[in-house]
């Protein structure tokens, strides 16, 4: 082959990959848009419906567990059926309940909506990590992973200002009907630029279905496995309990205006943006379970300094503002770091370990942003939970240095 046919077959799968990641951020940015541009409104949803702060945190929690659980049911019907059947159903699913958002006249029907807003939004996430490890493995899982979260990531950066200025516009519900916009656009991608990555030859055949449902014990059985889902899950909830408790820190106790409350949460995003690409960049060299250290290693440290501004209450705005910025930076690269080995111990379930990796993150994304309401809603109450989660991913990280096979 010549020189410059290999630079030609090169540039075609760079542009392969660009567009996979591409679709596939579109596709995983499902969830993060209908947390993020849902966040402005939330103490405007509080006042109209005449309910407490925490209670309208529930329609979050709710989606958190949608999007946990649905995770767990489509993974091994995956591993069966293949990935494209699966984000057709949830991308449907996700469509049909955001109009009920949108449409919703109580609190209750919000809530219940958001759970099943959640469930079909699951689909997203969990196929697009095992479509990852479909065609990827090892450090170049790691690295292409990194840079789907980069893209998912403009999810979180515009969506809290998409938000705003929905609320600026108009009623709380032209959030909901943007999503169902959103998702016509990700079908429409589905369909005409997503081939099926999991083709019928690899695909599980010699059990039922609920063999491999059952087969979810045995993947939790086995320690490592065990210990990336929580080291993975904790950072998870590390983040989330800084989204719960966001729109209730800037606006109510920084006296934020909502119209601007979009870009102070993007500029953390940005922050997330930066470490996922970096390690994207880096991960090849460095190995994703030594770069997966200094991420929990940095969480705990900036936890720590926002424990410790917020009891005390130096630095005011800025003492919150600053370690959360450093903070986030390296959740994203956690995220992409563990789903590479994770995935790394299960190749032959890809579907179902991505599944629990799921089920593991936005159950403990669903407990942090309990927690958060009931310790206070405000910084310290995040702080304190932030601290409790990158303890405990720490704790979780040193048990793979021990029983993990090395990346």
Not at 45 to 54: M, P, W
Not at 142 to 168: E, K, N, Q, T, Y
Not at 198 to 207: A, G, I, N
Request: proline share 3%; aromatic share 12%; with cysteine.
């Amino acid at each position: 082959m010549s020189d410059v046919a290999r630079d030609r077959e090169a540039q075609q799968t760079r542009g392969e990959h660009v567009l996979l990641v591409c679709v596939l951020g579109l596709l995983t940015a499902v969830a993060p848009l209908s947390i993020d541009t849902y966040l402005p409104a939330m103490p405007a949803l509080a006042k109209q419906f005449d309910v407490a702060d925490a209670t309208v945190q529930y329609s979050l929690s709710l989606f958190f567990i949608g999007l946990g659980f649905g995770q767990l049911l489509y993974g091994p019907i995956s591993d069966r059926h293949g990935r494209r059947p699966i984000l057709y159903f949830g991308l449907g699913l996700y469509l049909l309940s955001s109009l009920a958002c949108a449409l919703s006249t109580s609190i209750h029907m919000l809530i219940v909506a958001r759970l099943l807003q959640g469930f079909g939004a699951a689909a997203g996430p969990v196929m697009a990590r095992a479509i990852v490890r479909d065609r990827f493995s090892g450090a170049k899982a790691a690295s292409v992973m990194s840079f789907v979260v980069m893209v998912m990531g403009a999810a979180p950066l515009l969506a809290p200002m998409i938000g705003s200025l929905i609320l600026f516009m108009g009623a709380w519900p032209l959030i909901f009907w943007m999503l169902v916009i959103y998702s016509i656009v990700a079908l429409a991608a589905l369909a005409v630029l997503l081939a099926e990555s999991h083709p019928h030859h690899r695909r599980v055949r010699d059990r039922s279905l609920a063999a491999q449902y059952m087969g979810y014990i045995g993947l939790v059985a086995r320690l490592p496995v065990a210990l990336y889902l929580v080291c993975g899950a904790l950072m998870f909830g590390a983040l989330f309990s800084y989204v719960a408790a966001s729109s209730f820190i800037y606006i109510e106790q920084f006296g934020v205006d909502e119209s601007v409350f979009g870009f102070y949460f993007s500029a953390n995003v940005v922050s997330m943006l930066i470490g996922t690409f970096t390690n994207g960049r880096i991960v090849e060299r460095f190995g994703y379970r030594r770069l997966l250290g200094v991420a929990v290693a940095n969480t705990l440290i900036c936890a720590l300094v926002l424990l410790t501004t917020t009891t005390s209450g130096f630095g005011g705005f800025w003492g919150v503002a600053i370690p959360l910025f450093f903070l986030l930076s390296t959740v994203g690269v956690a995220g992409a770091n563990t789903v590479a080995g994770l995935l790394d111990l299960a190749p032959d379930a890809a579907g179902a370990a991505s599944a629990l990796f799921g089920v593991f993150q936005f159950a403990c994304g669903a407990l942090a942003t309990w927690g958060v309401g009931v310790v206070g809603g405000d910084a310290q109450a995040m702080a304190i939970v932030m601290t409790t989660a990158a303890g405990g991913a720490l704790l979780a990280y040193l048990g793979l240095l021990r029983f993990a096979p090395t990346s």
